[in-house]
């Protein structure tokens, strides 16, 4: 089987008015959210896949007036001209840039337009146990000790204003009284169990004044009571029934939102810290996913509930247990993709689709793991790897040309003309930001002492930059082995025996392929191969001026132990169909939520203007689905490709 470079690319349409009203949409609901929850409380092709590294998200704690802003900032500008855009990407990375060069399959490649509506991109989680995360149930178990449904009526905005703003000791009072407009014991109990529910750290009496009766709200003590009753360890125990299992799993449905913006969404609405949800993967934006989440001594009730005022997200399939989810527990994820106007005819469709099924798709990190402008993540990796700080510093601070946000370029600006992270940081309303982080270090510990400041981003953050460097020597290395010795498994060659990489022996090759072959990251944990790739591994680090026998780094997190990553993944359960249609606005299958709504499949011509191909197939965790929709197609997956074959599209 020979090996084929990047030589064919794929047209993509410009985005419809249907998108940029899908958009316009997204943006209002966003805006409802927004509003709704402060009543109620008183990224281009992005390809959903698992964070490879299977870490957490940090979520930086800020004030809720400052993040509403930034959040409202971050939504706007999102789309200018798309041609004065393209231009712009003509900075950004293509896959040849980050060492993705190479393909598997022998078959002509064709064209088809990827995600050109998120709806086109489904992604079900497969947990430990090969269940396919779905949902299809929205009952709630029955349970005596829940507060009736009322519970969460009875309270009006303003009483839950004020409530919020007691519980979080935002003014001087030191209670709130709620006048009970019914008396009846039953009305009382009910506005009691509310605020309990609800606000935890408060708690609730029952007082006569002037002949009314009023449910007074309180905190129990002090700021060091509530700081205890929130954190994720040491909730309300009292109030959580000993039988009932600690944790409520649930599986959460969401459309074009990341995984950690929908916990800190639902955290805003059930008024608790983001830490106290669980999950064993993330999931990215521009897609529908449907994933399992626990959330620590949360009432299916009070979950199911959500379902009523927010959008874009369903809960249900609850259940308790006694445990919650860990990252990388899952086994993978099951996508359901779709992908339009293709050119390719039925034979190379077919040709395509078997070459995928038998054969698989080169596991390269894809696209995202490398940043979209013209300073790549993996250099600045590359520059923490070397002790270089003052590049480090440089990198992510200077000018860039490329798409950036109008406030980001200004703030780059001043920091070129002044040096000054004080008069930077006034130019940049998003504090979140890298960037916005690390001027914050160097107010904090001076520009001679840019290792601390750059230690206030979230370690997950600085991470990825030293990850992205091993991604971009992985995939270099694993296009040249490809290159030298094909699709066989070879003398030198390393395969797992367990977790543990041994050498394929000369007397030993014809008892492997090349799906057992794994390459490793570097680091000083691992071992590289026996032939002219483990001296290309040397050649490149040397290079880069690092020194391959030696990846300990004097600061502990940035030492790089290494690991080990299969060359070939052969996808598992895929089936492909091809359909005709007229509408590019319709739906070309029925989702989750559609069949829990009723909605039939869609009605779809026989002899439509457009074909499309509907593709479904498995894959493990840490691997990329574009990739191997990149195989399919023999495109070229990079925002900048994308973006100014759009440009040419419109001419």
């Known amino acids: 089987m020979e090996t084929v470079e990047v030589n064919s690319v794929s047209l993509k349409r410009p985005r419809s008015e249907d998108d940029v009203a899908n958009a316009d949409e997204i943006k209002r609901q966003k805006i409802l959210e927004k509003s709704k929850a402060e009543n109620d409380s008183g990224q281009s092709i992005e390809n959903v896949t698992e964070q490879p590294e299977d870490t957490k998200s940090e979520i930086i704690p800020t004030e809720e007036s400052e993040e509403q802003e930034e959040e409202e900032l971050e939504d706007s500008d999102e789309d200018g001209d798309p041609e004065s855009f393209a231009d712009m990407m003509k900075h950004g990375l293509t896959e040849s840039d980050v060492g993705i060069t190479k393909f598997v399959s022998s078959h002509k490649g064709f064209s088809g337009i990827l995600k050109e ?14 269940r396919v995360s779905h949902l299809d149930d929205f009952s709630v178990p029955v349970d005596d000790e829940d507060p009736s449904e009322e519970t969460f ?4 905005d303003e009483d839950k204003q004020r409530l919020e703003e007691l519980q979080l000791f935002k003014n001087k009072e030191t209670s709130v009284a709620i006048e009970v407009i019914e008396d009846t014991k039953e009305k009382r109990t009910i506005i009691h169990q509310a605020v309990k529910s609800l606000f ?9 004044r002037d002949g009314k009766k009023y449910i007074i709200a309180y905190h129990a003590a002090g700021k060091k009571a509530l700081a205890k009753v929130r954190t994720a360890t040491d909730p309300r125990k009292h109030s959580w029934p000993k039988s009932r299992g600690s944790y409520c799993h649930f599986v959460l449905y969401k459309e074009n939102k990341d995984t950690m913006d929908a916990i800190n969404v639902l955290s805003k609405f059930l008024r608790v810290k983001p830490n106290i949800f669980s999950y064993m993967g993330t999931k990215d934006k521009r897609a529908i996913t449907v994933q399992e989440i626990a959330v620590l001594r949360i009432t299916a009730q009070r979950l199911a509930h959500l ?7 369903k809960l249900g399939n609850f259940s308790y247990k006694n445990h919650p989810l860990k990252l990388g527990e899952l086994q993978g994820n099951h996508f359901t993709v779709v992908l339009r106007n293709i050119t390719g005819t039925d034979e190379q469709i077919e040709q395509a689709m078997h070459s995928l099924r038998e054969i698989g798709f080169i596991n390269y990190y894809g696209m995202q793991r490398f940043g979209t ?3 790549p993540t993996y250099q600045i990796g590359r520059a923490i790897l070397q002790n270089n700080w003052n590049e480090v510093m440089d990198l992510i601070l200077k000018p860039r040309p490329g798409a950036e946000k109008g406030y980001l370029v200004k703030c780059r600006e001043e920091w070129a003309k002044t040096k000054d992270p004080a008069a930077a940081l006034k130019k940049l309303p998003v504090k979140r930001c890298v960037e916005g982080q690390l001027l914050r270090g160097l107010l904090k510990y001076g520009m001679k002492n840019i290792i601390s400041a750059f230690g206030i981003i979230p370690r997950n953050n600085r991470l990825m930059y030293i990850h992205s460097y091993q991604s971009y020597v992985w995939n270099n290395m694993v296009s040249k082995r490809i290159e030298e010795y094909g699709l066989k498994a070879v003398p030198g060659d390393l395969i797992l025996k367990g977790a543990t990489a041994v050498h394929i022996e000369e007397g030993d090759v014809d008892n492997y392929t090349i799906h057992d072959v794994v390459m490793p990251l570097p680091g000083f944990d691992v071992i590289y191969p026996k032939h002219k790739i483990g001296e290309a591994y040397k050649e490149m680090l040397v290079a880069d001026n690092l020194d391959i026998n030696n990846m300990r780094h004097k600061i502990r997190d940035y030492s790089l132990s290494g690991a080990y990553r299969k060359i070939i993944i052969r996808p598992q359960n895929v089936n492909w169909e091809v359909v005709a249609y007229d509408d590019p606005k319709i739906p070309l299958f029925t989702t989750d939520l559609d069949k829990l709504e009723g909605k039939p499949l869609p009605v779809l011509p026989t002899d439509g203007k457009f074909r499309a ?12 689905a574009t990739m191997a929709i990149r195989e399919v197609l023999k495109m070229d997956t990079s925002i900048k490709n994308q973006t100014q074959l759009n440009t040419t599209w419109l001419r």
């Open 613 to 624: 191909l509907k593709m479904e197939f498995s894959l493990p965790p840490s691997t990329y």
């Open 373 to 375: 402008t013209a300073v």
């Open 307 to 313: 379902n009523k005022c927010l959008m874009n997200f």
């Open 153 to 156: 009526t009875v309270l009006s």
């Open 200 to 208: 935890p750290g408060l708690e609730t009496k029952t007082e006569d």
């Open 117 to 130: 509506r998120y709806s086109d991109f489904v992604v079900h989680e497969i947990g430990k146990d090969g």
